[in-house]
């Protein structure tokens, strides 16, 4: 497997079109979309992973290039960050409304801080609805999972699906991730086909 950064769209008119199956990666400012990433295509520096949230006000696309074909995935703008303010809240919406729409999107990674899900925040709660309802195929990953036990963890899913359920969504199945002990990342590649 190769891995390398395309390019970035910072305007819904810059999206390009690629050719080939995209996997997204959504979520709130600071939840470990860049981490993943890296952990995913098994290069430690290729999305700019920032302590800072909010920094990736961009789509950013990278190719995974392997024997039977290419896989492209799109680290989009994190979303909830207070102090990006009302204008770029717009911008960010009116980006990733556009990304979502592609014919190329085959699959959602919808990431969320574990620490932040019980309960998950409006703003997730809303844009998965919208994901739902857009018929997208949406896998959900709780990240950093080092931050708590196994057992901790385990009940922190249990207590997520039930808000899920109580929203009006039935979540089958939740990834727990963690890039620093790399907790459920081989579980991830082999599911969207990246090994």
């Known amino acids: 497997m190769q891995s390398s950064y395309i390019t970035s ?9 690629l ?12 939840c470990g979309k860049s981490s ?7 290069r430690r520096n290729l999305a700019r992973a920032s302590n800072t ?31 990006s303010g009302r204008e770029a809240r717009r911008h960010w919406q009116t980006l990733v409304t556009a990304y979502l729409k592609r014919p190329t999107l085959k699959e959602v990674l919808f990431l969320i801080d574990i620490r932040r899900a019980d309960p998950p925040g409006e703003e997730d709660i809303a844009l998965l609805k919208n994901l739902v309802a857009g018929h997208a195929i949406v896998t959900l990953v709780l990240t950093k999972s080092d931050k ?6 385990k009940m922190q899913v249990a207590k997520f699906k039930e808000h899920m359920e109580e929203c009006g969504l039935v979540v089958p199945e939740v990834t727990l991730t963690s890039t620093l002990k790399q907790i459920g990342i081989a579980t991830l590649q082999e599911k969207l086909g990246l090994k």
Do not use: C, W, Y
């Not at 050719?19 to 600071?30: D, T, Y």
């Not at 920094?55 to 979303?79: E, S």
């Open 19 to 30: 050719g080939a199956p995209e996997i997204a990666m959504v979520g709130r400012s600071n």
């Open 53 to 83: 949230p909010g920094r990736t006000q961009m789509v950013n696309f990278f190719a995974i290039d392997k024997a039977d074909g290419r896989i492209i995935l799109a680290d989009l703008p994190g979303f909830g960050f207070s102090a």
């Open 9 to 17: 769209a910072q305007q819904a008119h810059q999206l390009p079109e």
């Open 148 to 153: 708590m036990s196994a057992a901790a963890g």
């Open 36 to 42: 993943l990433l890296n952990a995913l295509t098994q």
